[in-house]
Every structure is written in C-alpha cells, then in structure tokens.
C-alpha cells in the first residue's frame, strides 16, 4: 500500500460490517493501523503485543490499567505502551472507540 485516504466514518463502517472488535485498516512494514471499539461493559481480553503501540481515543469513556499506572481515559485521551507490557481498557462506561497505531506492523 503507498497510500490511503479514507474518513474516519469509513473506517468504522467497514470494522461494523466484519463484526469484530478490531479492524486493521492499514499494514505497511514499518507500521500498522485499527480502530478497535469496545461496547459499554466489555471485557478487553487483549494481551501485550510485540510492537509498541500508541492509543487515541475517538469517544467513549473507560479506565486504562498499564504498568503502575490507572487512568479514566475519554476523547482525545493519547497512550503509549511499550512492547511487551500488560495493559488493558477496563470499566468501559460508553462505547469505546479506539484507533490503535503498532510500530512495526503487528504480528
């Protein structure tokens, strides 16, 4: 892929119509892109990946456990997490909607 342009409505329509939490919408060696979207009372049963890894919440409200770490996370909250740690999004008190940047791809 060399390039995408797509909105971000886009996005989250073609994730709706897999039926998954998660839909990668972009891999490229060096990186790869989602939008992962956890209903109001999901479990996040996500375990630590082998790229770094970078958050940006679109809507929704939930708490964030990584590493010592504990925090409400809302729109426009960014996290990082380094490979290879423990995190998750817990307490989902509204839809959660994610996009989710690896560095290198996910594998």
């Not at 971000?8 to 839909?23: N, V």
Request: glycine share 4%.
């Amino acid at each position: 892929m060399k390039t995408l342009i797509a909105t971000l409505a886009e996005i989250e329509e073609r994730r709706d119509e897999s039926g998954k939490p998660y839909r990668e919408f972009l891999r490229v060696p060096s990186m790869s892109a989602g939008i992962y979207v956890l209903a109001a009372g999901a479990t996040d049963a996500q375990k630590p990946h082998h790229e770094d890894e970078i958050y940006y919440v679109i809507r929704g409200r939930a708490r964030f456990k990584v590493d010592h770490q504990d925090r409400e996370v809302f729109p426009g909250s960014v996290i990082f997490v380094a490979a290879e740690v423990e995190h998750r999004f817990y307490d989902v008190r509204e839809e959660l909607a994610v996009l989710v940047f690896f560095a290198p791809a996910e594998s």
